[in-house]
């Protein structure tokens, strides 16, 4: 029976992490932090054991050696302090995505984790997608053969989070970029199988951050708080000469929205998510387009949609500390997404390509 402690009691802890831990017959959790000693009691009484503990210094949490294994769900700005402290007091570690503001402290979260030999992972939950495990089991059988262009989507046309500190450059390190494309280029880099990235070029706008009457999901945002970008995008060019670009945006006037999606051209096949997953193939002299269904169908009033990928999630990293395996998201895997995104941003303030 694993002990975990929570720390960042905000929505992410209490929307996916927590209830798919709760889920779980391996793990208890016992500790909850917050620096709003509010949300980590309300987290602490729905969630933890009756003897669960609540704290506003995580620190002091750390220091409970029967705790295994840390959620950290934190902003972007303490993922790399914390996992650190947390791994070097002798605990396991699911960090949120993205990895780290930057590449430096991603490189020090790694390091930490080597020199403990403690597990460390970060949260792209939608590699656990159904539709995702089709499509890697597919790359992994060479379905698509080598693919050599590939877009990673994460297109929001109105959507821009109003809560928290996702306006807050400094705290998180910037906006639709760093907070959606990061799961759209993990997930592309993910089925390509390729991690090294020898160019960058980048733009970043911020055109409609003040703006007014926005029409956007969540109500107007705060312009004086609107502090990063809108839209993002990047070209990437890899060492074996493949090509990615990346979108991203909270708020764009387009229609052609979506996010978490990849797109892979291979020379046997392609696929996209657009509409579903789609693989399309030549087969006997004729294009075809392949279209997998993932619920099982065939019972009224069942659509037998599956596990949801949080919990897949939450089940794979507690199987790979008991059991002792590799985890999903290696972290030298988020490592080289936090790489291409901080080249970005910087390719878009300098204006020059960045190379590795």
């Known amino acids: 029976m694993l002990r975990a402690g929570i720390i960042g009691c905000g929505g992410i802890a209490t929307q996916k992490h927590m209830p798919s831990l ?3 017959e391996n793990l208890v959790m016992v500790a909850f932090c917050d620096v709003l000693e509010e949300r980590a009691v309300e987290a602490k009484e729905e969630f933890g054991t009756e003897d669960a503990k609540h704290y506003t210094d995580y620190k002091e949490l750390l220091k409970d050696n029967s705790i295994d294994v840390i959620y950290v769900c934190t902003p972007n700005i303490s993922h790399s302090f914390i996992t ?12 949120e995505k993205p990895m780290a503001k ?33 499509l890697k089991r597919s790359c992994e059988n060479d379905d698509l053969g080598e693919i050599y262009f590939a877009k990673a989507h994460a297109i929001r046309r109105r959507a821009v989070p109003t809560w928290g500190v996702f306006l807050d450059e400094e705290a998180q390190g910037g906006g639709p970029l760093i907070d959606i494309g990061t799961h759209a280029l993990d997930l592309t880099l993910w089925m390509m199988d390729n991690y090294a990235p020898k160019m960058v070029v980048g733009s970043v706008y911020k055109k409609l951050g003040q703006q007014r009457e926005t029409a ?66 030549v087969k006997y002299n004729t294009q075809c387009v392949e279209t997998p269904k993932f619920g099982a169908g065939g019972v009224d009033f069942f659509d037998g949609e599956g596990t ?45 390509a960045i190379h590795f």
Not at 84 to 95: P, Q
Not at 109 to 124: D, H
Request: proline share 2%; with cysteine.
């Open 22 to 24: 709760a889920k779980l």
């Open 84 to 95: 650190i402290d947390a791994l070097e007091s002798g605990k396991h570690v699911m960090c």
């Open 102 to 134: 930057t590449t430096k402290e991603a490189e020090a979260m790694i390091e930490a984790a080597k020199r403990t030999g403690k597990k460390l992972t970060i949260g792209y939950q939608n590699r656990f997608r159904p539709d995702s495990l089709f």
């Open 216 to 281: 956007n999901a969540w109500g107007d945002w705060n312009t004086e708080e609107f502090t990063v970008e809108d839209s993002a995008f990047g070209y990437v060019t890899m060492e074996n000469g493949a090509t990615i670009v990346l979108e991203s945006s909270w708020a764009l006037n387009t229609l052609e929205v979506g996010e978490a999606q990849t797109t892979l051209c291979g020379t046997k096949a392609g696929a996209d998510m657009k509409d579903g997953l789609r693989i399309n193939s």
């Open 308 to 352: 949801k990928p949080a919990d897949v999630e939450a089940k794979s990293f507690v199987d790979a500390i008991i059991n002792d395996t590799d985890v999903v998201v290696k972290p030298e895997q988020a490592l080289a997404v936090t790489k291409i995104l901080e080249a970005i941003y910087e390719s878009a303030k300098t204006g020059k």
